[in-house]
């Protein structure tokens, strides 16, 4: 009787136990989830189809700062072409960054955005980033990179300011592990 | 002929086996709990030698015995040894040798499983102490292990030190089942769950608390693992992971980690100060909800550790109330300890006097947290030695003193011999002195802005660190008294009587001392002693 009763206690602890596990991989694709609706980390969302109605608020104008940082032991220049754009809510923008491959080798790199203030982050729609793509350039070879973003017209009235940041992180490695496992 | 054959049956059922394989086999939950206790002892000391190479580096500014590589490791090892080698496995030693004898069991659940959850231990630790020697190093990234810093830029040993936190992990959570096994389904017949003394509560909630998270422990160091050898990229954020999502997993584990190494600690002191001030348990039905609440928040408050890394306001807010919510179940225990003592016929054993220092020591230590829950205050203190102040404060003289008033205050139980209480008192006052002239200074130098983890420091700080560390000799060459005065009460000294103290209550002192290899047999039937 008491073997029974063990049995039973322990089966449901075990179920715990995995469940847990599973729970703790979980987290990764929720912890997606919640930073996309609650625009929570400055993440910015992934390619934003323009709708034609799209009002623009000539009302408002917002500065938009654009920062770019290389990623610890990332030997490229990379920099935007502009410091910083005034716009409209709801227009259409664009601009360009620029990157060149200043080491002696073939290099693949990949960027990632970053809004501030956080809250931010899903009022800025891009409908063409070089950060949905990865970039591979040759020794010396030299790229203008394009950004087309539309702020949205619902953006909190206190955002008058926003920096968007991109850090540049060399993937030559796992390109090349990725490549290496294909037939 | 049939009277031998029966003595020739005891001897092989019914004592313990001779030699060495005695403690490897055994199965038996005194055995166990001695011992993990003497490991845990064991991993005391070795965590205490890092601490001490810790201190003695920053005595003065500037680097004078080791190099930043070897400190760093050190306050990794220091932290990983002392959370996971020491602490815990006390608190399970404790809790083998305790909780049948408190719950009128005959052993504990499952026995086999026991001993494979401690023998585990050793070889988990050993793996990760093998790490200083390998070639880059141990890991070296800090106990909370941040990713990239221990995935991308961590010594080649990081994969050792992952396998060793798996074994840890699976060791815990096999003990935890059989605590949890062993409270639900062996408890006297008659006795119910709120009869239950309450360190085996403390226990049960524990135990739930560790069977919760040590899987997501597990689950974020096998993140690191893909990250580091399989191409996954969980925590990389050029390849479209997040570094901050490590520490959202981490500290899911990681809150309800340090209520882990403390509830264990309130049903010591909970058992502790009624008998030496000889008057029931002030609000056990509160000390029961109080406990249960702290375990059910502890789950939602994990981001107070990662204030500085950018949440959304209304996420801050959040974390900082829920936070401070924490102090009300936490008061409730306080008051209800010095309510206890309220009037008593107190008199100062020992175990008192480290059940004493626990309660105004860890309410200071709870205090600082308060302090640290403050999100714009958390902006200046974050990673600098208030935090290390803090945490000490309810580690040190709170869950360890807790485990030495309970070696104190059962020593008698599982020896049948009183330790020498003049020596016990020394040791207590040594501890006590050591332990504030270490970690009360810590808090004027973190105000002062000195981060943590660091192996050099500006000068300003120069005479707070001499105290400091001259405070941490002190503390960790008392604790060799320690173990000469538990040696010396196994090999000898005053009888103690079945009750030991005057004011103890519980069935544990209603058997023998020493208390003999197999108890409660046969259930026992007056419950009415059952808790204090």
Redesign the interface.
């Not at chain 2, 990389?236 to 479209?240: C, D, R, V, Y």
């Given at each position: 009787m008491q073997t029974a009763q063990n049995r039973k206690t322990i089966t449901k602890l075990i179920g715990v136990v995995i469940g847990m596990f599973a729970f703790g991989f979980a987290l990764v694709p929720l912890y997606d989830v919640f930073c996309e609706i609650t625009g929570a980390n400055g993440k910015t969302a992934g390619q934003y189809v323009s709708s034609s109605g799209d009002a623009v608020d000539q009302n408002r104008e917002i500065t938009i700062q654009f920062l770019t940082n290389n990623n610890a032991g990332m030997p490229w220049e990379f920099r935007p072409t502009v410091r910083t754009l005034k716009v409209h809510p709801g227009e259409l923008n664009s601009t360009e960054f620029f990157a060149r491959n200043i080491s002696g080798k073939t290099m693949t790199a990949q960027a990632v955005p970053s809004v501030t203030p956080f809250y931010a982050a899903e009022y800025l729609h891009k409908t063409e980033c070089f950060c949905f793509e990865q970039q591979q350039l040759a020794r010396g070879e030299g790229l203008d990179m394009p950004l087309r973003f539309i702020i949205d017209a619902n953006i909190p009235a206190e955002i008058k300011t926003l920096t968007l940041s991109y850090t540049l992180f060399d993937i030559t490695g796992e390109v090349e592990e990725t490549l290496a496992l294909r037939p | 002929m049939s009277a031998v054959i029966e003595e020739h049956h005891d001897d092989h059922h019914h004592g313990p086996d001779k030699g060495i394989l005695r403690w490897v086999f055994t199965t038996n939950h005194k055995d166990i709990g001695t011992l993990y206790l003497w490991f845990s002892f064991l991993m005391f000391l070795t965590g205490g030698c890092m601490a001490m190479v810790i201190r003695a580096e920053l005595f003065q500014p500037g680097l004078q015995i080791v190099q930043p590589e070897f400190f760093n490791q050190m306050t990794t090892m220091h932290g990983l040894i002392m959370v996971f080698g020491a602490v815990m496995p006390a608190f399970v030693g404790l809790a083998n040798w305790l909780v049948p004898m408190m719950i009128g069991a005959p052993d504990m659940?499952?026995p086999r499983m026991n001993n494979y959850s401690f023998w585990i231990l050793p070889f988990a630790f050993s793996m990760m102490l093998s790490s200083l020697f390998m070639e880059g190093g141990a890991p070296n990234f800090g106990w909370t292990f941040y990713a990239p810093l221990s995935t991308e830029y961590a010594p080649p040993s990081v994969t050792f030190f992952i396998f060793a936190v798996h074994l840890m992990g699976i060791s815990s959570?096999m003990g935890?089942?059989n605590v949890?096994?062993t409270i639900?389904?062996?408890r006297a017949p008659g006795m119910r769950l709120m009869q239950m003394p309450l360190f085996v509560w403390t226990w049960l909630i524990t135990a739930y608390l560790l069977?919760?998270?040590?899987?997501?422990?597990?689950?974020?160091v096998t993140?690191m693992l893909m990250d580091i050898h399989f191409?996954t990229?969980?925590f990389?954020?050029?390849?479209?992971g997040?570094p901050?999502?490590f520490q959202?997993?981490f500290w899911?584990f990681g809150h309800p980690e340090v209520y882990i190494m403390i509830l264990p600690a309130f049903g010591v002191v909970s058992a502790i100060i009624p008998t030496f001030a000889r008057k029931r348990l002030f609000g056990y039905d509160s000390m029961v909800y109080a406990t249960a609440s702290i375990a059910f928040l502890s789950f939602i408050v994990w981001a107070h550790h990662m204030f500085t890394v950018?949440?959304?306001i209304a996420?801050e807010l959040y974390f900082m109330y829920a936070t401070m919510l924490i102090a009300v179940p936490t008061g409730v225990k306080v008051f209800n300890w010095v309510a206890t003592m309220w009037r008593g016929s107190m008199s100062f054993e020992t175990p008192m006097l480290f059940a004493i220092a626990f309660v105004i020591l860890f309410t200071i230590g709870g205090f600082s947290g308060l302090m640290l829950a403050i999100v714009p205050a958390d902006f200046q203190y974050h990673d600098t030695y208030f935090v290390v102040a803090h945490f000490h404060y309810v580690l040190v003289p709170g869950s360890v003193f807790s485990i030495m008033a309970a070696a104190y205050y059962w020593l008698p139980k599982w020896t049948g011999n009183m330790y020498d209480e003049s020596l016990g008192k020394t040791h207590f006052w040594l501890s006590f002195i050591g332990v504030n002239v270490t970690f009360f200074p810590q808090h004027f130098v973190g105000l002062a802005g000195m981060p943590r983890r660091i192996p050099d420091y500006a000068l300003q700080f120069a005479d707070y660190n001499m105290i400091s560390s001259m405070g941490a000799f002190l503390f960790g060459f008392s604790q060799l008294l320690f173990l000469f005065i538990v040696i010396k009460c196994i090999r000898g000294g005053k009888k103690a009587t079945s009750q030991v103290w005057e004011g103890a209550h519980g069935l544990e002192w209603t058997i023998p001392s020493p208390a003999p290899y197999h108890t409660f047999s046969t259930p026992p039937e007056d419950l009415r002693e059952a808790h204090g």
């Open positions: - | 659940a499952l959570i935890s089942i949890v096994v639900l389904n062996l069977i919760a998270v040590m899987p997501v422990l597990a689950g974020v993140m191409g990229a969980f990389s954020a050029g390849g479209g997040d901050v999502l959202h997993v899911f950018g949440i959304p996420g």
